[in-house]
């Protein structure tokens, strides 16, 4: 089991540090100051910094476990001069370790899932009954049941039976495997990336798939994108609701940061993944001609 304490692996160094610049006088001398110290007499500090500066050094040495919060690193590995008595410690497991030189997108990929927390934690002013805007919580499940899965696929169903023209038929046919392709690539998302709700969500949502305790991308938002470009697309509607309906789907889309249920990237993606999925729904479109079976079927229901 890996060590509680913050320990940058850096062992394979302490030979290389006593022949190089660093001693009790070197800046990256800690003193045990700090946490660093520990079993094995003195310990350097900050050795992130030198490892990663020093060159002609083992590249293994700028490693420390993944488990840390890489603004918290804080280095520590035996002294030099500790004797050459100590037995080489074995290298961590692979899996235990993490660059301590991240690419600048993974630096760039780090802030931006910082911030994400951040904000989507500062956005959740909805997620409970005690929350600043808790009153508002009841209005944001409406808007929610507004977008869930069950609602459009029975409706759709329904207008399907409903409905007594070809094209009428043709485009509610679409709809329909648009809402069906788009649960499965959701589930499948989710199941693939397996982030966690926000820690202040609270897990009431009405009917949910075993895969919605992940968050990543949002189905609301997915639905949102991928039924509004359809309706603006299929249907003839006046100006007024056409804005309607694009603020539908960003209210829906921003109503699920609010009530705690997703992080802001995780509904932005859904957003662009329904948006995609609707090109991917109008490239496939059904038709007579070349789904014919599918709507013989249907028209002798
Ligand atoms: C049970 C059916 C047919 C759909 C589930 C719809 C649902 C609960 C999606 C989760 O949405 P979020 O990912 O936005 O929370």
Redesign the pocket.
Known sequence: MPSPRRNVDARPLAASASSSSSGPGSPAHGGGGGGGGGGGGGRFEFQSLLSSRAPGLDPTCTRLRASESPVHRRGSFPLAGAGPSQAPPAPLPEEDRMDLNPSFLGIALRSLLAIDLWLSKKLGVCAGESSSWGSMRPLMKLL?IS????PW?LGTLYCLSRSDSWAGREVLMNLLFALLLD?LL?ALI?GLVRRR?PAHNQMD?????SV?K??F???????AALVSRFILNHLVLAIPLRVLVVLWAFILGLS?VMLG??NVT??AF?FFLGYTQYSIVDYCWLSPHNAPVLFLLWSQQ
Do not use: C, W
């Open positions: 929610e977008g869930h899965g069950i696929l649960l959701v989710k709700r949502m009405f009917v949910t798939l919605d992940y968050s991308p949002s189905g609301h938002a997915t639905r699920r249920r997703h995780d509904v859904g």
